[in-house]
């Protein structure tokens, strides 16, 4: 069992920088591949980033490349998304996600947080 808590969102301008934090629980932290998803309102939730188990690997939808870093401290249980440039569309609650395997962690999802709210103002 993984537990996964979220924190840093919280209200920025336009061009501001956030950083995003995700806290585990469980000794098994370090095998799961790691991911943040969003749901803006009125949307589906969607994919943002992922990273493998040793960090090795990491994947992003097109509209964060160039802006946003997904990173992990395996020792601290903590996976963090450095979000750079922020911008009105990217408002959303932030989701967590651990999956047993990097290649599927856009679809298949084995535990979830219960979310951060990051909000662009223009």
């Known amino acids: 069992q993984v537990q996964l808590v979220e924190s840093g969102g919280g209200l920025v301008q336009a061009g501001d920088s956030l950083r995003l934090s995700c806290a585990a629980s469980?000794?098994?932290?370090?095998?799961?591949?790691m991911g943040w998803f969003r749901q803006a309102p009125g949307k589906e939730r969607e994919f943002v980033a992922a990273?493998?188990?040793?960090?090795?690997?990491?994947d992003y939808v097109d509209s964060v490349k160039g802006r946003f870093t997904i990173s992990r401290d395996n020792a601290k249980n903590t996976v963090y998304l450095q979000m750079n440039s922020l911008k009105p569309e990217d408002t959303a609650v932030y989701y967590c996600?651990?999956?047993?395997?990097?290649?599927?962690?856009?679809?298949?999802?084995?535990?979830w947080g219960k979310g951060t709210l990051v909000t662009v103002s223009s």
């Open positions: 469980g000794r098994t932290f370090s095998s799961y591949a």
């Open positions: 990273i493998s188990w040793s960090g090795g690997s990491t």
């Open positions: 996600a651990a999956a047993r395997t990097f290649q599927t962690i856009r679809g298949l999802i084995n535990y």
